[in-house]
């Protein structure tokens, strides 16, 4: 039980606090959930099916714990989107650039309804496939498609009346 416990930090620990991350904006507010997460992870690993993969289990954890704390404070701040994770660039220049699209998509993000956002981040920044998706906020397939497919509209209308 201790090494499959283990293998799951070793494993999704990372995705896990960038995602919260990204719910959260705060990098102390992620740490916190994310130990959370994995604390409630160790509680309850018996209930945690063997015979399917650990990340969507973690992922729907992590996202009820990130949607409890948004009750509390009734506002979505995503403060360190990365460009949905954009390779960073060496050039001053176009480091400028991207930091004022990061912004930018930020804003854009935080503007959208909720379950369009969740699913654009845990496809985008938990790296999750579609039936992991469904499986972690229990949702139909087709629903989740549809989310990231009206989702991604969403945020390119967005930016593009923004003039980006």
């Known amino acids: 039980m201790q090494d499959l416990f283990q293998e799951m930090v070793e494993v999704y620990g990372d995705r896990v606090y960038r995602l919260i991350l990204r719910y959260t904006g705060d990098r102390f507010r992620a740490e916190d959930l ?3 997460t994995f604390l409630r992870a160790y509680k309850h690993l018996d209930r945690f099916d063997r015979e399917k993969p650990a990340g969507p289990w973690l992922f729907k954890i992590a996202a009820n714990l990130c ?4 009750r509390g404070i009734r506002e979505l701040p995503v403060e360190d989107i990365k460009a949905l994770d954009t390779l960073p660039d060496s050039n001053p220049e176009q ?3 991207d930091k ?3 912004a930018e998509l930020r804003r854009a993000l935080k503007e ?3 379950m369009y956002m969740e699913v654009l981040l845990l ?10 998706i469904a499986e972690t906020l229990e949702l139909e397939l087709s629903l989740v498609k549809n989310r990231l497919y009206r989702g991604r509209i969403m945020l390119r ?3 593009e009346r923004e003039g980006r």
Do not use: D
């Open 112 to 114: 959208m309804p909720l």
């Open 100 to 102: 004022e699209s990061e």
């Open 34 to 36: 994310t130990q959370e």
């Open 95 to 97: 480091a400028c650039l």
């Open 157 to 159: 209308e967005k930016l």
């Open 123 to 132: 496809k985008h920044v938990g790296e999750l496939s579609y039936a992991e």
């Open 67 to 70: 949607r409890n704390w948004q």
